[in-house]
């Protein structure tokens, strides 16, 4: 090792138990992977030459390092992402992506693959293995022989991610110019004081006179639709937002069809007829059948809801101009606009309370405390802080998990936005589980930031996503999988948020909620109000996960309309305006990171899950069914078929009622 190598903290990640991020540098990155893969591709061609023995274990041990590293790299940019200096970011990317492809182009090692005896292996053996060749076979290796359908799959697998970078980039564009300047405050007035600061302040920036800025970013469009009274502005934020990359300088539709014409193109030469097949041949659904009939089912229930909803919201709005002697002409009808701003209204009449005086229920160290007690109670988990001085950030809180005087993990909880870091939130393994080593698990989340000797507080949206993103972690931390391409969240795509989903429904029991001093009355409110009006979100969910299969389906292409095509797709209880489309600002279909393609159903395919067990849970001792949970599901990672695995925790096939019932449509 040269003295550079020899001082790179990066190389040396295995030897100690945090991450000693206070002497990692920007710089140790590049040399880190350069090394990283030329040992890894001295290993392979090891095992290729036969001088290491060929099996699933010694194939996966040898990119252990590399994907610690990748991991660390892809954390620190989507938590820093302004600080990239020296990084060699465009480098970084070339090496990762040349080295993973190369892996699975390789002919050798997939003959090693298939020299493999397959009805020998156990059913973890046998997941791993399929886990390996299904990459195998997306880089073509099952046509070898057709050079022709190889050079071109090569071509299309290299184009893909430029034209969604591409993509990515207009939606950026569009997101930063498409805007409203309010300059009568009165529209306005219903605002919380705070967003309006934040408002002001950036209209000044922006360079207006005077006004209030409002871009078609998450926070700033949810508080125009939330609480602008004026109903024309409103109008105008929604058909701005509709048409993001749609009827704007920086459209997508054609980047779009060229993806999905290239992502078509591969599925043909894979050997599938669609894409979606394609995708769904590799997800715990199966099948397009399977899909559309779970969606089809919960869409009629919610279109009923979803009518009794409108009338409600409708009335209500009538009588809440009434009573405010507002006259408004044309109300004939609830408009999408109108939804946010009523139910908002209607949901703090109803429940005498609104979102924001609802945090001070919630303090953070609170909420921390009943989930860890939870933890302990269904788990024997025991929780407790750790001073730790190598953090990437001071906000950062991090905590120790033991059972049985057992370290069996690091939990760190990053919960403040920053500039550079990315939005949502989010769980990742900072150091993954393997064999003798103390995993590390963070979760990341952008909460409103308490003001300085503010007590930092939660929502209750906040409080839930903890809930849920500890759920995540406990599917890693349990993980007794032997491999490590199956361990953890490495499991169909539509099974990953069944473990997350399922904790959510914790938060809101009541002996939990008694904890942070309700009174019983507001406790059923916070109940109640978790799924309030809840059907007019999941026809809108249906709607989108309807235009994500319908767009990778044979029906749609080049001469496609995508506006008639959304519209034949949708159906709602309100009107659909005319000028907005989804498929062309969807970052779930067209993203670098996380793929969602043919597979935004699987948010509900999962919680049908989690409520089915939840419902289990109800039915004896906590304890001891969560004993089962974790034993059948959380240790198990994606060692076997999902519904499998399912059936051997609640001894027969999955129910969607509790889902239907929870959700008010049943
Ligand atoms: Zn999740």
């Known amino acids: ?65 590399y994907d610690q590293l990748k991991i660390l790299y892809n954390n620190k940019r989507r938590l820093n992402s302004l600080d990239e200096e020296n990084l060699k970011k465009k480098e970084i990317d070339s090496l990762i992506s040349e080295f993973e492809s190369n892996i699975y182009m390789n002919k050798d090692l997939y003959m090693k693959f298939k020299e493999l005896e397959v009805s020998n292996l156990s059913n973890e053996e046998k997941s791993a293995y399929k886990t390996h060749m299904r990459k195998f076979l997306e880089n073509g290796m099952n046509i070898l022989n057709e050079e022709d359908k190889l050079k071109r799959l090569k071509e299309i697998n290299l184009e893909i991610p430029h034209l969604i970078s591409d993509y990515e980039n207009n939606m950026i564009k569009d997101e930063a110019e498409l805007h409203i300047n309010i300059t009568d405050e009165n529209d306005i007035i219903e605002m919380p004081e705070s967003l309006k600061e934040t408002a002001k302040k950036l209209s000044k920036e922006k360079g207006y006179e005077k006004g209030f800025y409002f871009n078609i970013q998450a926070p700033s469009y949810k508080a125009i639709m939330m609480y602008c009274k004026n109903r024309e502005i409103r109008k105008q934020m929604y058909l701005l937002f509709g048409s993001e990359c749609y ?115 919630f303090p953070l160290k609170k909420v921390l405390e009943v989930l860890f007690d939870l933890l302990y109670k269904l788990y024997n988990i025991k929780v407790s802080k750790v001073e730790n001085e190598t953090l990437y950030n001071e906000e950062i809180q991090v905590f120790k ?75 890693i931390f349990f993980s007794e999988c032997k491999f490590k391409s199956i361990s953890g969240l490495n499991v169909l795509w539509d099974f990953v948020e069944l473990p997350s989903q399922f904790m959510e429904n914790f938060f809101y029991e009541y002996d939990n909620l008694k904890k942070f001093n309700l009174s019983d009355e507001l406790i059923r409110k916070v109940q109640r109000m978790r799924f309030y009006l809840d059907s007019f979100f999941e026809v809108n969910y249906i709607n989108y996960s309807l235009i994500d299969l319908k767009i990778h389906s044979n029906d749609f292409d080049n001469n496609s309309d995508i506006e008639k095509v959304e519209n034949e797709v949708s159906i709602d209880v309100f009107n659909r305006p005319k000028g907005i489309s989804r498929s062309l600002s969807f970052s779930h279909l067209f993203n670098a ?37 974790r034993e059948c599901i959380l240790s198990k990672g994606g060692s076997d078929d999902p519904n499998v695995l399912f059936v051997s925790f609640k001894g027969k096939e999955y129910s969607i009622l509790p889902f239907l019932k929870a959700k008010g449509l049943e």
């Not at 920086?250 to 043909?268: P, T, V």
Request: hydrophobic share 35%.
């Open 1 to 65: 090792m040269s003295s550079d190598l020899e001082n790179n903290p990066l190389l040396k990640i295995f030897e100690t138990e945090f991450i000693p991020y206070k002497i990692i540098k920007n710089e140790h990155y590049f040399p880190a992977f350069e090394k990283a893969i030329k040992d890894a591709n001295n290993e392979f061609e090891k095992i290729i030459n036969g001088k290491i023995p060929f099996s699933l274990s010694s194939f996966e041990k040898i990119t252990d390092f």
């Open 247 to 361: 009827t704007t300088k920086n459209s997508n539709i054609n980047i779009m069809k060229k993806i999905l014409e290239l992502r078509k193109e591969k599925a043909k030469i894979l050997g599938f007829e669609t894409y979606a097949d394609f995708v769904l041949s590799n997800r715990m659904a199966k099948n397009e059948k399977n899909v559309y009939d779970l969606l089809y089912k919960v869409r009629e229930k919610s279109l009923i809801a979803g009518k009794r909803d409108y009338e409600l919201l409708y009335n209500y709005a009538i009588q809440y101009h009434q009573k405010n002697n507002i006259n408004l002409e044309n109300f004939n009808s609830l408009e999408k606009w109108d939804i946010s701003y009523y139910s908002e209204k209607i949901k703090e009449e109803l429940f005498e309370i609104n979102s924001e005086e609802l945090r001070k229920y």
């Open 401 to 475: 998990f033991e059972e049985d005087g057992k370290i069996i993990g690091y939990f760190y909880i990053d919960l403040y936005p920053r500039i550079g870091k990315t939005r949502g939130g989010w769980v990742y393994a900072l150091k993954p589980k393997i064999i003798n080593k103390i995993p590390i698990v963070g979760i990341c989340y952008n909460c409103r930031k308490p003001n300085e000797n503010e007590e930092p507080t939660l929502s209750l949206n906040e409080s839930e996503g903890v809930f849920h993103e500890c759920g995540h972690s406990l599917h």
């Open 593 to 629: 990171t996380y793929d969602y393609s043919v597979g935004y159903y699987s948010y509900m395919w999962a919680e049908i899950f989690a409520f089915d067990v939840y419902e289990e849970f109800k039915k004896g001792d906590q304890r001891e069914k969560a004993k089962k949970f």
